[in-house]
């Protein structure tokens, strides 16, 4: 849904360099969810987050991996020394409090590391 | 813990017929919501019905309607009248309603839907 922002689309990152992704929610929603999609399965939760808050990060990976909500700006997510099986796609999914009978999914991050 | 399975790995249909999806779950939730997605080949989700586990009426959207059975905890997605630019990966998620604020969703593996002229 257009409504839900990441950038950028498609990011490539040597083995060992940072990757920076970008999640803008849809307008007055203050949860923000990443997924990652592996190649050839479905979206596996990472991170849930509310401004200024970590409310579940129970799918991270305990190394390299971390995630901020800002009170202003975009959610980012950042992972650190990228490895070849980082690659995969990210995407952020955002509600409103009450979580609402529609989840909408910004396009996603294809993040490729060579 | 919630878990989805979707046990058809992929699916053909001719233009026009009506295709089912496949989804089971299993939950101790005692209110969910079950939701389905498609993924065309360009790579976004796209939000395509949502069915909360106390509704009492299948949800329908369009030509897609989901056969709720809730004590055979299935979720299958019908597609009726399939077009062409159906085809693409179909994913069945839940999420947890039971008045906690993690709004957070598990999925199936997928289903991937060919839609032959």
């Known amino acids: 849904n257009a409504g839900v922002m990441q950038n950028p689309r498609h990011l490539v990152r040597r083995r060992g360099q940072e990757a920076r992704l970008r999640c803008s929610p849809m307008k007055g929603h203050s949860h923000v969810y990443w997924y990652r999609q592996l190649p050839e399965e479905g979206l596996k939760f990472m991170v849930y987050l509310q401004k200024e808050n970590i409310i579940d990060e129970s799918g991270m990976p305990k190394e390299r991996f971390s995630a901020e909500f800002p009170k202003e700006g975009p959610s980012i997510l950042r992972i650190q020394q990228v490895v070849r099986g980082d690659s995969a796609a990210y995407f952020c999914?955002?509600?409103?409090?009450?979580?609402?009978?529609?989840?909408?999914f910004g396009q996603g991050t294809r993040l490729t590391v060579v | 813990a919630q878990k989805i399975t979707q046990t058809q790995p992929g699916m053909f249909v001719q233009e026009k017929e009506a295709v089912t999806l496949d989804c089971t779950y299993d939950t101790s939730d005692p209110s969910y919501g079950l939701f389905w997605y498609k993924q065309p080949s360009s790579g976004e989700m796209i939000f395509l019905i949502y069915q909360g586990s106390y509704d009492q009426q299948n949800a329908t959207e369009g030509r897609y309607s989901l056969n709720f059975q809730k004590a055979r905890k299935s979720a299958n997605l019908v597609i009726s009248a399939s077009q062409l630019g159906d085809s693409a990966m179909y994913f069945c998620a839940m999420r947890d309603d039971s008045g906690g604020s993690n709004y957070k969703l598990t999925f199936g593996k997928g289903t991937l839907l060919t839609v032959n002229p």
């Open positions: 999914a955002s509600s409103p409090l009450g979580g609402g009978t529609e989840a909408f």
